[in-house]
T-cell receptor, first 110, second 113 residues
């Protein structure tokens, strides 16, 4: 499975959009990009995933570059409850074998 | 209406003891998992079960024995606990084995003294 590179931390002002980058330059053609987040002391929570096209759901948007070597998770209007560690994962393997890295600690400030 | 519930939430025990963590999901999913999050916060898969059958065993010591009595339950039994077993253990489930979305429980904080 391809490895990902994320900044260790970033701050975001409440109400503003949070743009979380992820590099996955060795991604294969059949590997999906997944985003999960983990709020302190809770289990990870699925956010969104995609293969090639941009995706949007009620939580966030996922923008994948045309060459698929990087992606950006966008939280359109960050709230204090969005403070969490955000994990970008690329994988093709099945049976839930996700490889979680260190993620990005996002702190949303008032 | 917790989707994936695991008990206990906290478990403090002595080295050498045997303990179990229980997990239940009410989502009707076929696949369940155990993940371990160590002190450095890295999450790693331990086991994956599909319809009560073991699919993935990520070189976990034999002291760890998962048991799935039915597809809604996946319990984790740990024999002869060691200090290094201290971690947070997460149960998860998914409806499919490919391109799946995992639903995680709230975790069990295991402390071995």
């Amino acid at each position: 499975d391809a490895k990902t590179t994320q900044p260790p931390s970033m701050d975001c002002a409440e109400g503003r959009a949070a743009n979380l980058p992820c590099n996955h330059s060795t991604i294969s053609g059949n590997e999906y990009v997944y985003w999960y987040r983990q709020i302190h002391s809770q289990g990870p929570q699925y956010i969104i995933h995609g293969l090639k096209n941009n995706e949007t759901n009620e939580m966030a948007s996922l923008i994948i570059t045309e060459d698929r070597k990087s992606s950006t998770l966008i939280l359109p209007h960050a709230t204090l409850r969005d403070t969490a560690v955000y994990y970008c994962i690329v994988q093709t393997d099945s049976w839930g074998k996700f490889q979680f890295g260190a993620g990005t600690q996002v702190v949303v400030t008032p | 209406d917790t989707a994936v519930s695991q008990t206990p939430k906290y478990l403090v025990t002595q080295m050498g003891n045997d303990k179990s963590i229980k997990c239940e999901q009410n989502l009707g999913h076929d696949t369940m998992y155990w993940y371990k999050q160590d002190s450095k916060k890295f999450l790693k898969i331990m086991f994956s079960y599909n319809n009560k059958e073991l699919i993935i065993n990520e070189t976990v010591p034999n002291r760890f024995s998962p048991k799935s009595p039915d597809k809604a339950h996946l319990n984790l039994h740990i024999n002869s606990l060691e200090l290094g077993d201290s971690a947070v253990y997460f149960c998860a489930s998914s409806s499919a084995h490919y391109n799946e979305k995992l639903f995680f429980g709230s975790g069990t904080q295991l402390s071995v003294l």
